[in-house]
């Protein structure tokens, strides 16, 4: 089963994050990991993601790093994409109309003001074939 995890390179990488809307971001809040799931779009190889004053928008905001994941399966395989990078909250007229026109919603009905754009420094993902475990 040498073809059980395949390293993805930066393009297949991108067009699998493309493809879903569910993802999770990970940061770092008062010294404790955290992990939020939001619904997100992929923007000129940007995470785009909207959210509502509060733990989230902090955590995202006041770390250095943050990393995103996102993943997805069939019954046969699965993969999963992590995106390293820095968080930034969208205040510029021109940044916030250009994230408008992503077509980011709200899944929930509840206001999230803030664009949040997550810049990475690196991708890295993996593709995983199914199947019995080896001898």
Do not use: C
């Not at 879903?20 to 971001?25: D, I, K, P, T």
């Not at 993601?49 to 006041?62: C, D, I, N, P, S």
């Amino acid at each position: 089963m040498d073809d059980a995890v395949t390293a993805l390179d930066d393009e297949t990488s991108w067009n699998l994050i493309s493809g879903v809307h569910l993802g999770r971001l990970v940061t770092v809040i008062e010294g404790w990991p955290e992990i939020f799931p939001v619904n997100f779009v992929v923007q000129r190889r940007t995470i785009l993601f909207r959210t509502a004053e509060g733990t989230k928008l902090f955590g995202a905001v006041t770390n250095d790093q943050v990393l995103f994941e996102a993943d997805d399966h069939t019954v046969a395989e699965g993969w999963s994409v992590i995106v390293r990078g820095t968080a930034k909250v969208l205040f510029a007229a021109d940044d916030i109309a250009d994230a408008e026109q992503a077509g980011l919603y709200p899944w929930t009905a509840t206001q999230k003001l803030r664009f949040v754009r997550v810049t990475p420094g690196d991708i890295t993902g993996r593709r995983f074939v199914f199947g019995p475990e080896p001898d």
